[in-house]
């Protein structure tokens, strides 16, 4: 088991950035495949990024391609998300996950969540 505490979420104008942050208990962290959700209310959970354990490969959902760029420091226990021209679309809570399996990009593939930082964009 791995606890996730996301932080770096707010409010930003169209076209900004934010950075959000995971951190995550334990010494396992390093053996976990760990990815960015996102959700709306009234709408399913969205697979928004993830990244190998050893940060060798990286997997983007075709929205946030080329926008966002999800990062990791093992030695840090540390998951990032660096987004970039943010759009009012991008509006929603982000979660942080973590996953045994090494691809991974549905929700129910992860076992660990966080609690969840809301991300609104103005336009």
């Known amino acids: 088991q791995v606890q996730l505490v996301e932080a770096g979420g707010g409010l930003v104008q169209a076209g900004g950035s934010l950075r959000l942050s995971c951190a995550a208990s334990?010494?396992?962290?390093?053996?976990?495949?760990m990815g960015w959700f996102r959700q709306v209310p009234g709408k399913e959970r969205e697979f928004v990024a993830a990244i190998s354990p050893s940060a060798g490969n990286t997997y983007y959902a075709n929205s946030v391609k080329g926008r966002f760029t999800i990062s990791r420091d093992n030695a840090k226990n540390t998951l990032y998300l660096q987004m970039n021209s943010l759009k009012a679309e991008d509006t929603a809570v982000y979660y942080c996950?973590?996953?045994?399996?090494?691809?991974?990009?549905?929700?129910?593939?992860?076992?660990?969540w966080g609690q969840g930082t809301q991300v609104t964009v103005s336009s």
């Open positions: 996950a973590a996953a045994h399996l090494l691809i991974a990009t549905m929700p129910q593939e992860y076992d660990n």
């Open positions: 334990g010494r396992t962290f390093s053996r976990y495949t």
